[in-house]
């Protein structure tokens, strides 16, 4: 043969290798790189570390880089930045394999434009927003070198006292497992592959909102069916919607660490679900089960958390340290370990990071995507929506700017607060729009007095008279109150939700100079402020709103939007109320309506058992009406029941509604709730337009696990309910399943 035959053969094979290459799956590319690795290098997968700056407790000593640089690590958590990224992927492909690495960064509500705090979003019952704020959130983390974030957090909370209800969706499974969907679906895009695309993560598996006492980190006890009904379905929601990852909690759930929970990972998640992305522990989780006395030591909280299910070890270096020794011992099967370790690499083929290890590192596209002038824009919408009006007796809103405005308050000119916890330190505070500029900007100098009157937590009244002077200077007052954004977030249980320090005798002193009262209050979780509640006549909740948070609240204040948002969450009367929530079952001795309890009845002595604001509950500037309520039987072996009305606007202003949907199964075994969200709708009516509006029921909706916890639909009595609140239903009717 010629030597240029010779060449042409070399050629024609190095091309049909690339070919065959090309035309691999995912799984076949998998195994053709696991099948290469060491057991050190496979554990090294499965090891994450923290970058210099942390969102827990500082990382273990060790030469982070070396590690690195000899493919001895799987991810890497906050960095920041494609210089850093590129730095960090430089270093793998000076490995043996060259296996790129997963940036993690806890991007929650926004990367540089910072959205309303997740509860906050939820409140707008918008999934297009919620998916948008997500969609936003990774085109600018994607930029600026982050492939993975640890969001959504789908926890389920029925106690405020727990500072990390600012991160989720709230109570209600229903509405939770909605929103859980619509941010995977945002944060993925098009895709993994895309590279606006980031991984995300669904966390903490499980029931980590129901910690005993509201207080972080604690103990959850709970039945199977509280589980399964209440906790789970957000989680396998996220799960339908694609979510990559799938992060333990800190806490154990019926005496089990679920850091070592084989019940929830390898049945439930990994099993019932056929979860194919990788489990990953929280912030050192593993070796606090050493902590929680699950275990004796680093040897067996490994081995605990490796056949719970757990793929990869967040900053404890547990796995790293003992899982070669106990698979050379015999005590761990290597088939965990492959089997963690595919789930692994087929998230970085899934991203293309094998391609082009620095696919997120490209500083051009890093400048132009976050200086984005679109995304400040889309943030002032999502913050609007996210805006409830809980109160406006005698219709005080919308404002008009030719009224002379007192800005009272601690948050009024507040930049941080307004960015809410688990906002990125990267990006500072300096672009966020206050209240008090946004307002200064609307209606000038002549038109606005400032005083600040008290800090947040202050329990001083020197600043009163100030604040009063500049009240009875005014034609009406806007107060600004609320928590720090300290207050609440990870690590900020409270047992005291009223507003704090002297803010509600603020308030107090403003009303009582006659003038018109506004209260705005920004905050991470539902709040206790009962006199406010009663005797001002305008209240408007805005959570904590991020980037566009002033704007968002003078759109409102000045009815530019008419306010949507329903509350996702029961807001008590006081903390002896908590837990609560909407979705309770009924007693052998319920308490009778609003009255306290008497003649031996399911109440309080000292409070009416009602809560403040129900779940679902949210003002407009204009007026719905509910009509033509019909109730249509479906011949289909799955849909059973259409329900249609019609709502109309009879207000004069344009507004949106978010109708809802409810059920409850009237004699049943087990008890049910006395109420279950299973449907909802928002849309937009011009004055004096009106909508059908139809739900389907279908079995899925109409089933629950029954007494021996089987998933079923038992014929029998259901009552329909629909209406703009849990506490403000419309109509009723009962519906009659028969025997399938």
């Known amino acids: 043969m010629n030597h240029k035959s010779i060449l042409i053969a070399i050629i024609s094979f190095c091309l049909s290798f690339q070919l065959s290459a090309q035309n691999k799956t995912i799984d076949e590319k998998v195994d053709s790189v696991l099948r290469l690795m060491t057991l050190e290098e496979k554990v090294g997968q499965m090891t994450q570390y923290a970058s210099f700056w942390s969102t827990g407790p500082k990382s273990p000593e060790g030469d982070k880089l070396k590690d690195i640089a000899e493919g001895r690590v799987g991810s890497l958590l906050n960095i920041v930045g494609t210089d850093k990224a590129r730095t960090m992927q430089e270093l793998t492909q000076k490995s043996r394999l060259k296996i790129p690495l997963i940036l993690g960064l806890d991007v929650i509500h926004g990367f540089k434009t910072t959205f309303p705090i997740p509860i906050a979003e939820a409140s707008s019952w918008d999934m297009n927003v919620v998916e948008q704020s997500a969609r936003i959130a990774a085109t600018e983390a994607s930029a600026g070198g982050v492939n993975w974030t640890f969001a959504p957090m789908v926890d389920i909370t029925r106690d405020p006292r727990w500072g990390r209800v600012m991160e989720g969706a709230g109570e209600d499974p229903y509405l939770g497992a909605r929103v859980a969907a619509a941010r995977v679906k945002g944060f993925i895009g098009a895709g993994l592959g895309s590279k606006d695309a980031i991984m995300c993560t669904a966390k903490h598996f499980a029931a980590y909102g129901a910690g005993i006492g509201g207080r972080e980190y ?62 990953i522990s929280d912030w050192g989780s593993i070796a606090e ?59 970085k083929f ?66 941080t607060d307004m960015l809410g916890s688990w906002s990125l330190a990267k990006f500072d505070d300096g672009e966020v729009a206050t209240l008090y500029d946004a307002l200064l900007k609307r209606v000038g100098k002549e038109h606005l007095v400032y005083a600040k009157g008290c800090g947040v937590e202050d329990t001083s009244r020197v600043g009163f008279n100030q604040a009063i002077e500049a009240a009875k200077a005014a034609d009406l007052v806007v107060v600004s109150v609320g928590e720090k954004r300290e207050m609440s977030g990870e690590a900020a249980s409270r047992s005291n939700l009223q507003l704090p320090g002297v803010q509600e005798q603020l308030i107090k002193a403003l009303y009582e100079t006659g003038k018109p009262v506004v209260v705005l209050i920004n905050a991470g979780r539902p709040l206790v402020f009962n006199w406010t509640a009663d005797h001002v006549p305008a209240i408007l909740y805005a959570w904590w709103l991020g980037s566009e948070a002033g704007n968002a609240m003078a759109d409102v204040l000045f009815g530019d939007y008419n306010p949507s948002a329903k509350l996702p969450i029961t807001f008590p009367r006081n903390e002896g109320q908590v837990p609560i929530y909407y979705n309770h079952h009924h007693t052998g001795r319920p308490p009778l309506g609003d009255s306290n309890s008497a003649e031996y009845k399911g109440g309080y002595l000292d409070l009416v058992y009602s809560p403040k604001f129900h779940f679902g509950y949210g003002l407009s500037y204009t007026t719905f009406e509910y009509s033509d309520f019909i109730i249509t039987p479906l011949n289909d072996d799955d849909n059973l029941i259409k329900v249609s009305f019609t709502i109309t606007n009879t207000g004069k202003v344009a507004g949106e509604e978010v109708a809802q949907l409810y059920i409850r199964d009237r004699v049943s075994m087990p008890v049910r709730p006395v109420m279950e969200l299973k449907g909802f709708t928002k849309l937009m009516l011009q004055p004096s337009e009106k909508q059908i509006v139809e739900f389907i029921l279908n079995k899925e909706k109409l089933s629950y696990y029954d007494k021996d916890m089987k998933w079923a639909l038992e014929p029998g009595t259901f009552e329909i309910m629909v209406g703009a609140a849990s506490n403000d239903i419309k109509f009723k009717v009962n519906f009659e399943v028969p025997k399938q």
């Open 289 to 347: 089960l050493m902590t929680h006395t699950y275990v004796k030591d680093s040897i067996e909280a490994a081995w605990v958390a490796i056949h719970g299910g757990t793929d990869m070890d967040m900053e404890c270096r547990a796995y790293r340290n003992q899982l070669p020794a106990l698979v050379a011992s015999g005590k761990v099967d290597i088939a965990l370990i492959d089997d963690a370790v595919r789930r692994i690499l087929r998230k």
């Open 350 to 415: 899934e991203l293309g990071l094998f391609g082009n290890p620095y696919k997120f590192c490209d500083e051009g596209r890093e400048k132009q995507v976050l200086s984005n002038p679109q995304h400040r824009i889309i943030a002032r919408d999502v913050a609007k929506r996210s805006i409830v009006l809980l109160k406006n007796t005698g219709s005080i809103l919308p404002l008009k700017s030719t009224k002379k405005i007192a800005l009272i308050g601690p948050l009024a000119t507040s930049k």
């Open 218 to 279: 604690n103990s959850a006890d709970m039945s199977e069916r509280t589980l399964h009904e209440i906790y789970l379905p957000p989680f396998k929601a996220a799960v339908e919607a694609g979510v990559s990852t799938i992060m333990n909690s800190l806490h154990d759930l019926n005496g089990i660490p679920t850091t070592g929970n084989s019940y929830l990972v390898r049945k439930v998640l990994k099993g019932d679900w056929n979860f194919q992305g990788f489990v």
